[in-house]
């Protein structure tokens, strides 16, 4: 392995938020975007790989849904920059960052880990904050707690946490009107104060609307299938936001 | 490694010794390993045209019975059904690749798991073990077995992604650096218009087959990647002819070639570089000095000056007076100077000589041999005349791609005297400062600093418009270097 260090990417959400399947997306079932870089995700373990892959099934109808057993210990995902371009020089891939989920069995991220990102994505269940208000007022409270917790730079005068933030609404598949909506109008809606606590504490921050699985879930036998072969949405925009901005700093 | 051998009819010739590149042979069970040593065995009994045949000459009797057996299924494919004696453990042979009856290559295959029993759980103990070996390894050969359906099944994408991890893992590696080939095997069984597009666009036929995710793993984990369609039988009955065995191992053997050709491009680059950083670091006190010598030019110039000054006295910059005989004006003239008629005529005319044919640094020898007075006429002649070769021959030295040390010691040395000897404040120091400085510098001799600066100084200060010019320009050489000075 490299000695050196990589750019690391922290993956943090309060339960249910949708962090394993985001990530099974990743791994398992990402889709080329025309006219957009591609990325491969790789875990980098097999415990991890195993975790994921037990995540969905195949289901006569497509994939269903497993509920996620018990993560490894510090799981570790890479993010691949890829080229469908061969050429006899240019290496064809090259490891850009690294994906850090903060697990409740691995614990919260450490402030070193956070001091050493370069970017964090936030992940917040906006099918479930929209079902339940109880949850949505959990999830907003968690979510203006993380953001207090983000390391700030020494002496710079509010908004003072400078590490890039992509706030992500996960399950956004749920909603009919998903494509339409405006991200951050959509965040704004679970309450005022996720905007505010994002404006008051961060420099750099921008809101992403991702789904997993491309499609809500039907209901088969008691069991989630995903009709089809999932199709996730938006799941590498925050990442591809994250390196930009991080590559702008290292360049200013 | 690769060894390149030419085997005339005359018998073995020369063995032009290379690194001897290993490949890794590496797939599930029934991926088709076995199918090309079995090619690779099959391909040993043609004479004619290119290709790599399996070298069992020293082999183990189970690999040799394992290659032999892989054979005959290979020819009896569809006709009756031959048991592959696979051996247990992994095992290398070398191939060799023949031009007609020349070999022009040799590399080895080391078939990891000939049995495919590791693939079913690659994290295991033993797979790991086996895997690391892919940190070594100049080539990985992967077989994949191209699925008759079309698509490959989410189960079988997921030993894919294992067997991947695995191997970046057993050889701590988060990319693997060495070429491979991801073969998509046993493809004559496909459909003929199935396998004429595995043939013409492996890539996007296994992008297809795995989907976008799992490509993405390989071209991940690989890359150096390359993708092949494979048919280690063939399409012709009772017969085993390959098809893309011969090219995709000469894939391998051109991108070892490719990358001997860059390393020694870049070791080549970076002995350029180097000298042009020498020489880079040189040039500027080379011109520095170059037009200074011409200005000084040959001997008699600095004498000259002297020698038609008014006074036969002046003042020493300490104050001191001193009485100098006059000596005869001295003509400017290309030629070096005679001195006066006391000199010893052989000593300073051969330097002189010696000089006027462009061997500034024998002048400097001759010059500096002499014995004479410090007081005499003729010193001050002999001064200028080291000036002269000392500038010359500095400018000489510091052109040239390997300057000679010694040669710019010799020009201190021979300075360092006449300076010594010379009167504080008299123009001569000018020429012999400006000639020192410009060896310490352009040489990195390690001078003492403060020596260098006074010479600088002392040619800022006496020397003419065009050697104080020159002192300006080995002053910012000395600041823009990074010379180290006492």
Redesign the interface.
């Given at each position: 392995m490299h000695n050196e260090r990589r750019r690391s990417i922290i993956l943090w959400g309060p339960p249910g938020s949708g962090k394993s399947l985001y990530l099974t997306s990743l791994v398992m079932w990402l889709t080329r975007e025309p006219n957009e870089r591609p990325f491969a995700v790789l875990p980098a373990s097999d415990s991890a790989a195993r975790w994921l892959a037990s995540r969905s099934i195949p289901h006569a109808e497509g994939a269903a849904l497993v509920e996620p057993c018990c993560a490894p210990t510090e799981p570790l995902f890479r993010i691949y920059s890829i080229t469908d371009t061969a050429t006899a020089a240019a290496p064809r891939s090259e490891l850009v960052a690294e994906l850090v989920p903060s697990e409740a069995a691995a614990g919260e991220p450490s402030p070193t880990k956070l001091a050493e990102a370069v970017g964090v994505i936030l992940l917040l269940p906006a099918a479930s904050m929209a079902a339940s208000a109880e949850a949505r007022d959990a999830c907003v409270s968690w979510f203006t707690t993380t953001l207090a917790r983000l390391p700030e730079q020494i002496g710079a005068a509010p908004p003072a946490v400078a590490l890039p933030v992509a706030v992500c609404l996960t399950q956004t598949d749920e909603a009919p009107d998903a494509v339409r909506r405006d991200a951050t109008q959509w965040l704004e809606s679970f309450g005022s104060e996720t905007m505010r606590a994002l404006r008051a504490h961060c420099a750099c921050f921008s809101v992403f609307k991702v789904s997993a699985t491309g499609r809500a879930p039907r209901r088969r036998d008691g069991v989630e299938v995903v009709v089809g072969t999932p199709e996730p949405r938006g799941v590498l925009a925050p990442i591809r936001w994250i390196l930009d901005e991080a590559s702008a700093e290292v360049a200013a | 490694m690769i060894r390149l051998t030419s085997r005339g009819a005359r018998g073995p010739s020369a063995t032009i010794e290379e690194k001897r590149r290993s490949i890794l042979l590496w797939g599930a069970a029934g991926s088709g390993k076995s199918g090309v040593i079995g090619a690779l065995r099959s391909e040993g009994i043609k004479t004619v045209g290119e290709r790599w045949t399996i070298d069992l000459a020293d082999a183990a009797p189970d690999v040799v019975a394992y290659a032999d057996t892989a054979s005959l299924a290979l020819r009896l494919r569809d006709v009756k059904e031959t048991a592959i004696r696979r051996p247990e453990r992994a095992f290398t042979a070398p191939v060799k690749r023949y031009a007609g009856r020349t070999i022009t290559a040799v590399a080895d295959v080391t078939v990891l798991d000939p049995r495919g029993e590791l693939a079913d759980d690659?994290?295991s103990a033993s797979a790991r073990r086996a895997l690391s070996a892919a940190r070594t390894a100049d080539g990985i050969l992967w077989v994949i077995e191209a699925p008759a359906t079309g698509v490959v099944s989410?189960?079988h994408r997921?030993a894919v992604?294992?067997q991947?991890?695995?191997m970046?893992?057993a050889a701590?590696?988060?990319?693997v650096?060495v070429p491979v080939i991801i073969a998509l095997s046993k493809i004559d069984r496909l459909p003929r218009a199935d396998m004429q597009r595995l043939i013409d666009a492996p890539?996007i036929a296994l992008r297809g087959l795995l989907?976008?995710?799992a490509f993405?793993?390989l071209?991940?984990?690989?890359?150096?990647?390359?993708c092949v369609g494979l048919t280690s039988a063939g399409t012709v009955r009772n017969v085993a002819r390959p098809v893309g065995l011969t090219a995709m191992l000469d894939w391998f053997a051109d991108e070892w070639r490719?990358e001997e050709q860059?390393a020694d491009t870049a070791r080549t680059r970076a002995r350029r570089s180097a000298r042009v950083a020498r020489m880079r670091r040189r040039a500027p006190v080379a011109a520095a000095i170059a037009a200074g010598a011409a200005i000084v030019g040959f001997a008699g110039v600095a004498a000259a000056r002297l020698l038609t000054q008014n006074t036969p006295t002046w003042t020493t910059s300490a104050g001191a007076v001193v009485t100098q005989a006059s000596a005869k004006p001295v003509e400017h003239s290309s030629a070096p100077a005679v001195a006066a008629h006391s000199m010893p005529p052989l000593s300073v005319a051969t330097a002189a000589a010696a000089l006027e044919h462009g061997d500034a640094i024998g002048a400097l020898h001759q010059l500096g041999s002499l014995r004479l007075s410090d007081s005499s006429s003729q010193r001050f002649v002999v001064d200028s005349l080291i000036a002269a070769a000392a500038l010359r021959g500095a400018e000489e030295i510091l052109s040239s791609p390997t300057p000679s040390p010694t040669a710019l010691q010799t020009i201190v040395a021979t300075t360092s005297v006449a300076i010594a000897r010379a009167h504080p404040g008299t123009p001569m120091l000018a020429p012999l400062s400006l000639a020192r400085a410009a060896a310490c510098i352009g040489g990195q001799l390690n001078c003492p600093a403060e020596e260098v600066r006074e010479d600088l100084a002392w040619a800022l200060l006496l020397g003419n418009a065009a050697e104080q010019d020159q002192a300006r320009r080995l002053r910012a050489a000395l600041v823009g270097d990074s010379v180290q000075m006492r």
């Amino acid at each position: 392995m490299h000695n050196e260090r990589r750019r690391s990417i922290i993956l943090w959400g309060p339960p249910g938020s949708g962090k394993s399947l985001y990530l099974t997306s990743l791994v398992m079932w990402l889709t080329r975007e025309p006219n957009e870089r591609p990325f491969a995700v790789l875990p980098a373990s097999d415990s991890a790989a195993r975790w994921l892959a037990s995540r969905s099934i195949p289901h006569a109808e497509g994939a269903a849904l497993v509920e996620p057993c018990c993560a490894p210990t510090e799981p570790l995902f890479r993010i691949y920059s890829i080229t469908d371009t061969a050429t006899a020089a240019a290496p064809r891939s090259e490891l850009v960052a690294e994906l850090v989920p903060s697990e409740a069995a691995a614990g919260e991220p450490s402030p070193t880990k956070l001091a050493e990102a370069v970017g964090v994505i936030l992940l917040l269940p906006a099918a479930s904050m929209a079902a339940s208000a109880e949850a949505r007022d959990a999830c907003v409270s968690w979510f203006t707690t993380t953001l207090a917790r983000l390391p700030e730079q020494i002496g710079a005068a509010p908004p003072a946490v400078a590490l890039p933030v992509a706030v992500c609404l996960t399950q956004t598949d749920e909603a009919p009107d998903a494509v339409r909506r405006d991200a951050t109008q959509w965040l704004e809606s679970f309450g005022s104060e996720t905007m505010r606590a994002l404006r008051a504490h961060c420099a750099c921050f921008s809101v992403f609307k991702v789904s997993a699985t491309g499609r809500a879930p039907r209901r088969r036998d008691g069991v989630e299938v995903v009709v089809g072969t999932p199709e996730p949405r938006g799941v590498l925009a925050p990442i591809r936001w994250i390196l930009d901005e991080a590559s702008a700093e290292v360049a200013a | 490694m690769i060894r390149l051998t030419s085997r005339g009819a005359r018998g073995p010739s020369a063995t032009i010794e290379e690194k001897r590149r290993s490949i890794l042979l590496w797939g599930a069970a029934g991926s088709g390993k076995s199918g090309v040593i079995g090619a690779l065995r099959s391909e040993g009994i043609k004479t004619v045209g290119e290709r790599w045949t399996i070298d069992l000459a020293d082999a183990a009797p189970d690999v040799v019975a394992y290659a032999d057996t892989a054979s005959l299924a290979l020819r009896l494919r569809d006709v009756k059904e031959t048991a592959i004696r696979r051996p247990e453990r992994a095992f290398t042979a070398p191939v060799k690749r023949y031009a007609g009856r020349t070999i022009t290559a040799v590399a080895d295959v080391t078939v990891l798991d000939p049995r495919g029993e590791l693939a079913d759980d690659p994290a295991s103990a033993s797979a790991r073990r086996a895997l690391s070996a892919a940190r070594t390894a100049d080539g990985i050969l992967w077989v994949i077995e191209a699925p008759a359906t079309g698509v490959v099944s989410p189960a079988h994408r997921f030993a894919v992604l294992r067997q991947v991890i695995a191997m970046l893992d057993a050889a701590s590696m988060t990319a693997v650096s060495v070429p491979v080939i991801i073969a998509l095997s046993k493809i004559d069984r496909l459909p003929r218009a199935d396998m004429q597009r595995l043939i013409d666009a492996p890539e996007i036929a296994l992008r297809g087959l795995l989907g976008d995710a799992a490509f993405g793993w390989l071209l991940a984990a690989f890359p150096r990647l390359r993708c092949v369609g494979l048919t280690s039988a063939g399409t012709v009955r009772n017969v085993a002819r390959p098809v893309g065995l011969t090219a995709m191992l000469d894939w391998f053997a051109d991108e070892w070639r490719r990358e001997e050709q860059a390393a020694d491009t870049a070791r080549t680059r970076a002995r350029r570089s180097a000298r042009v950083a020498r020489m880079r670091r040189r040039a500027p006190v080379a011109a520095a000095i170059a037009a200074g010598a011409a200005i000084v030019g040959f001997a008699g110039v600095a004498a000259a000056r002297l020698l038609t000054q008014n006074t036969p006295t002046w003042t020493t910059s300490a104050g001191a007076v001193v009485t100098q005989a006059s000596a005869k004006p001295v003509e400017h003239s290309s030629a070096p100077a005679v001195a006066a008629h006391s000199m010893p005529p052989l000593s300073v005319a051969t330097a002189a000589a010696a000089l006027e044919h462009g061997d500034a640094i024998g002048a400097l020898h001759q010059l500096g041999s002499l014995r004479l007075s410090d007081s005499s006429s003729q010193r001050f002649v002999v001064d200028s005349l080291i000036a002269a070769a000392a500038l010359r021959g500095a400018e000489e030295i510091l052109s040239s791609p390997t300057p000679s040390p010694t040669a710019l010691q010799t020009i201190v040395a021979t300075t360092s005297v006449a300076i010594a000897r010379a009167h504080p404040g008299t123009p001569m120091l000018a020429p012999l400062s400006l000639a020192r400085a410009a060896a310490c510098i352009g040489g990195q001799l390690n001078c003492p600093a403060e020596e260098v600066r006074e010479d600088l100084a002392w040619a800022l200060l006496l020397g003419n418009a065009a050697e104080q010019d020159q002192a300006r320009r080995l002053r910012a050489a000395l600041v823009g270097d990074s010379v180290q000075m006492r």
